[in-house]
């Protein structure tokens, strides 16, 4: 199959992104509607959720809000269960949402290494495994992950995160090699400093300045260049790709 240049790559499709109301997932959500997906928008704010579902409806997208804690087990069988009804299939899988916040290992409680692992790491586990059976019917799917340079590479302060990243990368092989033979494609964007609202507001001008110079490619990642690589994962260009993880990091991190 050739895919032609400019050509719609996920139409019809059927795609639930995690996290879709800011950051990678609203980027993710738009570059997927000019694709042609239909949209099932994840996140557990109604706010970003409705305004991102708003938007890509008043741009003709077939695209719906679903409100989701996607750390909890019953929360996200709903979810999976809602969405099927309303979209009738699932055909791709973004389990983008997720976060982090900077302690030192002595200082951190089990509490807060619940909230970054169950977030980062039991999230995508969950939402997996409540859309697997019924890709596993059709014979087909795509599933990406998000990972993080920080999954490969040492992050002070976040010893959760990094730990839960890092899992994703065990996590997206084994899923991949155990779904396979059901023509199911499993694998994960690993990003590095992205400019999303949350990261850019951690940063006054001059600390943001410096931190793009200390970039190797000049500039930290867009949002947008995440949205690039989840749709190359999950549109047809990428076919025979399956367990694989693709760092977009500006050369930050070269594992």
């Known amino acids: ?10 139409e019809g499709q059927v795609a639930i992104i995690t996290g879709a109301g800011a950051g990678i997932g609203r980027a993710t959500a738009r570059l997927f509607a000019e694709h042609g997906a239909r949209l099932a928008l994840i996140d557990v704010s109604d706010e970003r959720g409705e305004a991102a579902a708003r938007e890509l409806q008043d741009g003709g997208a077939d695209a719906a809000y679903v409100r989701c804690d996607v750390t ?11 969405v099927l009804g309303r979209f009738g299939q699932v055909d791709v899988l973004v389990n983008n949402a997720g976060g982090s916040k900077t302690v030192w290992l002595w200082e951190m409680t ?55 990243k890092a899992g994703i990368i065990g996590f997206t092989r084994t899923v991949a090699f155990e779904l396979a033979p059901y023509n199911i ?24 300045a410096k931190l793009n ?38 050369g930050l991190v070269m594992p």
């Open 1 to 10: 199959m050739v895919v032609q240049r400019g050509a719609r790559e996920l």
């Open 72 to 82: 909890r087990r019953d929360d996200v069988e709903r979810m999976a269960q809602d």
């Open 110 to 164: 089990e509490e807060q290494w619940d909230d970054i692992v169950n977030l980062n790491l039991k999230a995508p586990f969950l939402g997996t495994r409540a859309v697997v059976p019924h890709m596993m019917k059709r014979r087909s799917g795509c599933i990406v992950n998000l990972s993080s340079c920080q999954g490969a590479s040492p992050a002070p302060m976040r010893a959760h995160y990094s730990a839960a």
């Open 185 to 208: 494609r499993v694998n994960a964007v690993a990003p590095g400093t992205t400019a999303t609202e949350r990261v850019r507001g951690n940063w006054d001008d001059a600390g943001w």
């Open 213 to 250: 110079e200390q970039q190797p490619l000049g500039r930290v990642s867009e949002p947008e260049d995440m949205a690039e690589a989840i749709l190359y994962l999950a549109g047809p260009r990428s076919r025979m790709v399956t367990g694989q993880v693709l760092h977009v990091n500006g």
